[in-house]
């Protein structure tokens, strides 16, 4: 018999665990919020949860730093024990086992045949792919045959960091070992890419978390990521956005414009090219992110942002065009016409990329929008 129908369900686990309904729902609720769902959609996922039985999890680690393990380690809601006791079984993971060697692959083994087509498989790393993948071996194999093999009976793969997903610092330029991102070594197969060097510890949760209430991949964006937690720009949700739109740029790191807060975009900030949650989950329990910590967005969870120039120079102008967004340049003109002129002066109109749209419906208006009125 197959191991998921012997697996207890989520409701009769957390009965054993001697954990409360109550406490349940209010740990459902915090999730619901992070998913960026209905407050009435909170009930609906505890019962669906209640009644789901735990998906198997293989989590494989190619080349990487270790940084997305470090930091799913890290993911506050739901904790990384409530995640692995609770709500997935982790039955192979190299790094957090305690089994090793050949017991070790013998457990994944077993989890494999055992839920066949049906298992997750996480992987983080990019897979060197050059002279036959010799560049990542384990237990007398490569990378790629690992990969294959593991790949074969999954339901889905969710790459967590940017090299699972996009080739990250191994595939950076001269690339020496050929290193590959998942989604372009695993033809066929329903791939989620949680980017980010490394992602953002809940996003990481969020995304398994959605996988195993709804039982399906979620809504992607261009480039195969969970758009609950991909649709906006780091730009977009960014606290600094206020000075942006008025022209107010930091110049150095030790300027007035820096210790006034004023926008990074001058010292190389990637935010608006950078889709992401950092600015709004943010990091170590939602205490501060990059950009509020005075240092620009690198830019971390885009293909190729290793081979995009110095972190510290700013974007060039061509790509505010393709954003449908204004240039700094033009934003400091228009914020200048608007004070000398008092005139209406269409900001609105220049203004519009879709996602600003939608931002402009959830959250108050900014300054040049007011002054666009008067
Ligand atoms: Fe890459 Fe992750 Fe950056 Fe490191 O597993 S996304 S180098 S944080 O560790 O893969």
Same mark, same amino acid.
């Given at each position: ?16 665990? =001697? ?56 993911? /506050? ?52 792919? =050059? ?97 609950? /937690? ?80 110095? /972190? ?63």
């Amino acid at each position: 018999m197959a191991r998921l129908e012997l697996e207890p369900t989520i409701g009769e686990l957390l009965d054993r665990q =001697g954990v409360s309904r109550r406490s349940f729902f209010k740990y459902c609720t915090a999730m619901a919020s992070l998913l960026a769902l209905p407050p009435l959609a909170a009930r609906a996922m505890a019962e669906q949860l209640l009644a789901a039985r735990r998906p198997s999890v293989i989590y494989l680690s190619f080349q990487e730093c270790t940084g997305c393990l470090e930091s799913l380690t890290r993911s /506050f809601a739901p904790t990384i024990e409530n995640l692995i006791f609770n709500v997935v079984s982790l039955d192979y993971d190299d790094t957090l086992m305690a089994a090793a060697g050949a017991q070790a692959e013998q457990a994944r083994e077993q989890a494999m045949r055992a839920n066949y087509g049906k298992y997750l498989l996480v992987v983080d790393g990019a897979v060197p792919t =050059g002279d036959g993948g010799v560049y990542h071996c384990a237990a007398g194999r490569t990378g790629l045959d690992i990969l294959a093999t593991c790949a074969k009976g999954a339901a889905a793969i969710v790459c967590v960091g940017t090299c699972a997903s996009f080739g990250g610092l191994p595939s950076a330029d001269p690339n020496p070992t050929d290193a590959r991102a998942i989604s372009t070594l695993v033809p066929g197969k329903p791939v989620v890419n949680v980017s980010g060097c490394p992602p953002i510890p809940e996003v990481i949760a969020g995304t398994l978390l959605q996988y195993v209430t709804s039982g399906r991949v979620p809504d992607l964006d261009e480039h195969l990521r969970p758009t609950v /937690f991909f649709g906006n720009s780091i730009h977009d949700r960014c606290y600094r956005r206020p000075f942006y739109d008025q022209g107010k740029f930091a110049k150095t790191f030790d300027d007035a414009g820096a210790r006034n807060g004023w926008c990074l975009y001058e010292l190389g900030c990637k935010g608006p090219t950078t889709y992401n949650a950092c600015a709004t989950v943010k990091w170590n329990n939602a205490v501060s992110f990059p950009i509020q910590s005075g240092h620009p967005c690198l830019g971390c969870a885009e293909p190729d942002f290793w081979d995009h120039g110095s /972190f510290y120079s700013p974007i060039p102008s061509p790509r505010w065009g393709k954003a449908g967004e204004v240039s700094p340049a033009q934003a400091g003109a228009i914020a200048a016409g608007a004070a000398v002129a008092g005139a209406a002066i269409g900001v609105g109109s220049v203004l519009l990329g879709r996602r600003r749209i939608a931002r402009r419906q959830q959250e108050p208006k900014s300054q040049s929008d007011k002054g666009n009125e008067e």
